[in-house]
């Protein structure tokens, strides 16, 4: 009976690996109690949405990381389920088989009324199609709000995020300030800031000897990574959503 209601993805589908594409997703069509052509019927519509026409017949374990794990996706989307749980379903994916990903998930949200429970570290992936988020530290939940909400919590400060073309002038009085406040990955510096704190301290880097030293630099309204990190995450796992 769950699988008349359910569709899952998990982080890995190691029962697929052997079978076509097209065999794999009409399969669990079939599973899902879908008659023989009407599987097959939903099978070529999941897999043309997703972008696999080209590599229908070829079997999951002949392709690519991210065409296998989008083949995985067409197998729990095939057959409009009621409600999606999903495993970061976008791991591994280019840009356009990511966004061609959301756009699947979305038109099953909004015209399918379907329920779905997202598994992501993508911060633009939980923005973009959850009404609601659970950000999860070391398996807590710190905070569940929609992310409107979640972000109006920092809504007071902006993100500041400097790249560095090689090692940081750290002579410059504002450049070593930042250093003492900033989560360094890199070249990349990001540090939040109050709204006016930052724009002075931008405008001091680049009309300044520091600006040669610098490969590219931003303002960005708080996210959800802001968040995680205003309320204290400290683990690994960005969010779960």
């Known amino acids: 009976m769950a699988s008349r209601l359910v569709g899952y993805l998990a982080q890995d589908e ?68 009621p409600l999606l749980i999903l495993d970061e379903p976008t791991a591994g994916l280019d840009p356009v088989a990511r966004r061609a990903v959301w756009a699947a998930l979305g038109r099953r949200r909004t015209e399918a009324g379907a329920t779905v429970v997202l598994v992501t570290h993508n911060v633009l992936e939980a923005e973009m199609l959850l009404d609601r988020v659970a950000v999860l530290d070391r398996g807590r939940v710190i905070a569940c709000d929609s992310p409107g909400r979640l972000k109006a919590a920092v809504s007071d400060q902006v993100r500041l995020d400097l790249v560095w073309r090689s090692e940081p002038p750290m002579h410059d009085p504002v450049v070593s300030e930042l250093a003492t406040r900033a989560r360094v990955s890199g070249r990349r510096w990001s540090a939040r800031l109050p709204h006016a704190e930052a724009r002075e301290k931008l405008g001091r880097l680049t009309t300044g000897a520091a600006f040669a030293a610098l490969d590219d630099f931003t303002l960005a309204t708080p996210s959800l990574e802001d968040v995680y990190l205003a309320l204290g995450g400290v683990a690994d796992d960005l969010e779960r959503v």
Do not use: F, K, N, Y
């Open 14 to 81: 190691p029962a697929l690996l052997e079978l076509p594409v097209r065999v794999a997703v009409a399969s669990t069509a079939r599973m899902r109690g879908l008659a023989r052509a009407a599987a097959a019927r939903a099978a070529d519509t999941v897999i043309e949405e997703l972008g696999l026409t080209a590599v229908a017949a070829r079997p999951l374990a002949r392709l690519s990381g991210g065409q296998r794990r989008l083949a995985c996706v067409a197998a729990a989307l095939v057959a409009d389920r």
